[in-house]
């Protein structure tokens, strides 16, 4: 190359191929007339453990912007809305759409 910047090509020995995945990632959960809170949960969580963790029983569940099945892993990022079943029908409902 001629701006003297040598690449090295990747071996399957190098770091990238060793890192470990990380053990721990935010999340971020959302709920009516609440701030956004931000959590740590440990890499496998799925959305039954937060909501479990985070007592969001008797609430409508979005994830990613859908209802996801309860066995869906969390990722780094994630957003979890929270909003009571009794508000659901009515205005707030529209908003989750």
């Known amino acids: 190359m001629s701006n003297g910047v040598k690449l090295k090509e990747a071996s399957k020995n190098s770091e990238a191929d060793t890192q470990e995945a990380p ?3 935010t999340v971020r959960i959302g709920q009516l007339g609440r701030k956004l809170k931000e959590i740590i949960v440990p890499a ?6 937060l909501v479990n963790a985070q007592h969001l029983e008797g609430t ?7 209802q996801m099945p309860n066995d869906t892993l969390l990722e780094e990022g994630d957003l979890i809305l929270s909003v009571p079943d009794a508000v659901v029908g009515g205005q707030a409902g529209s908003l989750l759409n």
């Open 23 to 25: 053990t721990t990632f």
């Open 44 to 49: 496998g969580t799925t959305l039954r453990d």
């Open 60 to 66: 409508e569940i979005r994830l990613r912007g859908a």
